[in-house]
């Protein structure tokens, strides 16, 4: 790492100094990537946590929902893209609801 940004990162005082050095602005391709990857991460990890909540393996939540295991394990690992339709049938399995806003 170059010593500019990194002495640029170690005086950050905010999380967004950090992403826009790390990532770029808001509004660049870098950072839309980062951004994209980000909520992949955080459903996935959701996805996770709901499903061990309900006390179900992925091969459990995998034949309640129609689907093959693997596919829940691709989606737990944010290796897959989720249709609407399946993120609402994968919580209703967990016994879960899902909102959707639209900001």
């Known amino acids: ?37 980000t909520e992949a991460f955080c459903l996935a990890q959701t996805l996770k946590e709901e499903r061990k909540r309900a006390g179900l393996t992925q091969q459990e939540l995998a034949e309640k929902i129609g689907t093959k295991k693997t596919y829940i394990s691709r989606l737990e690992n944010g290796k897959a893209d989720i249709q609407l339709s399946t993120l609402f049938r994968i919580f209703e399995g967990l016994g879960r609801r899902v909102s959707l806003t639209i900001l």
Do not use: H, W
Not at 17 to 33: A, D, H
């Open 1 to 37: 790492m170059e010593e500019a940004k990194k002495e640029a990162l170690m005086n950050c005082s905010s999380l967004d100094e950090l992403l826009n050095i790390e990532f770029g602005e808001v509004g660049t391709p870098s950072r839309e990537v980062f951004n994209k990857e």
